[in-house]
């Protein structure tokens, strides 16, 4: 009898192992379930202001380093925005891989422009990017994007010369020779590296003002703002040059 009631036990309790996975299996799946389907309109872009798009950038930097991202449905946004878009900021980035701008600013699709190019300077292609971007989509800001622990300001720091990456470095090398600093100028000095880090965004906006006619006086006119930050790899904090 004690054989019979063991044995009746465990095809129950085999029999509700089942149930109780799909119970926890449809409670994951709930939480894992996208959120956001929709993506930006003409409307919602040009209510905001300039300043409404840093204070956004501010926030969604503060859920990436808390590790708590807004869900997407991003092949939903993808058919949802193939006809139109309307992003609202143009981001300069370094073409690093570390870097992954939409996440750092918990973005979705069609939300901002991204540039990349190593070392985020500017150049005719990327300035004309920026004019379109701005004066012709409507985006309410420029951010220049630099990074810590970046190869290509290293690379102009030493002077390295190599193939195209030389003529690329030539673009870096006036922030370097901008900062002032009485210590060891070499790639070595952490500190260096980041003032010169610091150096090239600053420097970046000023030959995004003295380049672009049409972008500096969407700045004057107060219809965007130019401004820069500093991403922080170590702890994914961006810090803010306006």
Not at 62 to 85: C, M, P, W, Y
Not at 166 to 190: C, F, H, W
Request: charged share 25%; hydrophobic share 40%; net charge negative.
């Amino acid at each position: 009898m004690l054989t019979l009631v063991l044995a009746t036990s465990v095809l129950v309790a085999c029999n509700n192992q089942p149930e109780q996975k799909t119970t926890e299996t449809a409670v994951i799946e709930e939480k894992a379930k996208p959120l956001v389907q929709e993506v930006l309109t003409k409307e919602q872009r040009d209510a905001l202001s300039p300043d409404d798009v840093i204070q956004s950038f501010k926030e969604g930097n503060n859920r990436f380093i808390n590790n708590d991202l807004t869900a997407r449905d991003h092949s939903e946004q993808v058919r949802k925005s193939a006809l139109g878009q309307f992003p609202k900021a143009v981001v300069l980035s370094c073409l690093d891989s570390r870097v992954p701008v939409e996440d750092i600013f918990d973005r979705g699709i069609g939300d901002i422009f991204v540039g990349r190019v190593a070392g985020n300077f500017v150049n005719e292609d990327l300035l004309g990017s920026m004019e379109f971007g701005c004066k012709v989509a409507g985006a309410k800001l420029i951010l220049v994007l630099g990074h810590e622990y970046c190869g290509a300001v290293k690379a102009a720091i030493d002077d390295v010369k190599l193939g195209n990456i030389t003529a690329m470095l030539s673009k870096i090398r006036p922030a370097v020779d901008k900062v002032t600093y009485q210590g060891d100028r070499t790639s070595k000095n952490e500190e260096f590296v980041h003032k010169v880090c610091e150096s090239n965004v600053k420097h970046t906006i000023a030959q995004i003002r003295e380049n672009s006619p049409i972008l500096k006086e969407l700045e004057d006119n107060g219809q965007i703002k130019i401004v820069g930050g500093i991403y922080d790899m170590d702890s994914g904090v961006v810090t803010f040059i306006e």
